[in-house]
């Protein structure tokens, strides 16, 4: 990066985050010089981060809703507001900033959503299904190929059974990677909290797909149990039995 905070400004600004030690120094040191307006702190924050703003808007809207939360956000972010200085002072160097700007992001895209009354789902539902678990074995394989349309129809189902919340929350910490404590500050929760909202969401989610997968496809209970290893081994929790 080519300008200049010192190690001084570093340590002052872990102080009046109230942290001992920072983790991630030379995020802070972005932060630092984003929010006293230096351009090329600015540039390198633009270069970076954009395209996770990018990435995240993209999953709640179309291009030009993409476009506007990329706006907002950056004005959030960046921009000094009436009375306060630009909301990058609020983030202390716990956590990665890149994480906490995807927060930001996704805070500003449901925001924009409320605000718009749009009701455009999000998209990537079948990502779940597909993200590596190194759990599939040649019978689940072997399952997944054959009931490859059916499969996904009955997860897409048991997806869109569940609440709006809750199906938001899977999505955003199993898809963009938002951790507890994200998503405890994006709704409101403690941490506690967030893992049981998840831990329910889940268990419904995968109750749902037995009973769609069971009522549309002639399933032994075997292959049915296989088939929700996989959804399980993806979503690392639990299904339920009987």
């Known amino acids: 990066m080519d300008f200049s905070v010192s190690d001084e400004e570093v340590e002052g600004w872990a102080k009046a985050h109230g942290l001992a030690e920072l983790t991630h120094r030379e995020d802070a040191r972005l932060a630092i010089g984003c929010s006293r307006g230096d351009p090329a702190a600015l540039t390198s924050f633009d270069q970076q981060y954009t395209p996770i ?40 160097g716990r956590g990665q900033l890149a994480k906490y700007v995807q927060a930001v992001a996704v805070r500003t895209a449901l925001n924009l959503l409320q605000a718009n009354k749009r009701h455009t789902p999000l998209q990537g539902d079948e990502a779940l299904l597909e993200t590596p678990s190194g759990a599939d074995d040649p019978e689940l394989a072997s399952i997944k190929l054959r009931y490859r349309t059916e499969f996904k129809e009955a997860f897409a189902a048991a997806m869109a059974s569940l ?23 994006l709704y409101a929760w403690s941490v506690p909290t967030a893992s049981r909202r998840l831990a329910a969401a889940r268990a419904s989610l995968l109750a749902a797909t037995r009973t769609i997968m069971s009522d549309r ?10 088939v ?15």
């Open 53 to 92: 703003i990018t990435v995240t808007a993209r999953r709640f809207g179309d291009a030009d809703f993409v476009s506007e939360v990329c706006q907002l956000v950056r004005q959030k972010l960046l921009v000094a507001q009436t009375g306060a200085g630009p909301a990058i002072k609020e983030y202390g």
């Open 217 to 226: 496809l002639r399933l032994n209970p075997s292959e049915l149990d296989s």
């Open 163 to 185: 609440d709006d919340t809750s199906r938001n929350a899977l999505r955003l910490h199993h898809l963009d990677g938002l951790t507890l404590a994200n998503l405890g500050a």
């Open 228 to 242: 929700l290893r996989l959804i399980e081994s993806r979503l690392s929790v639990e299904f339920p039995k009987g």
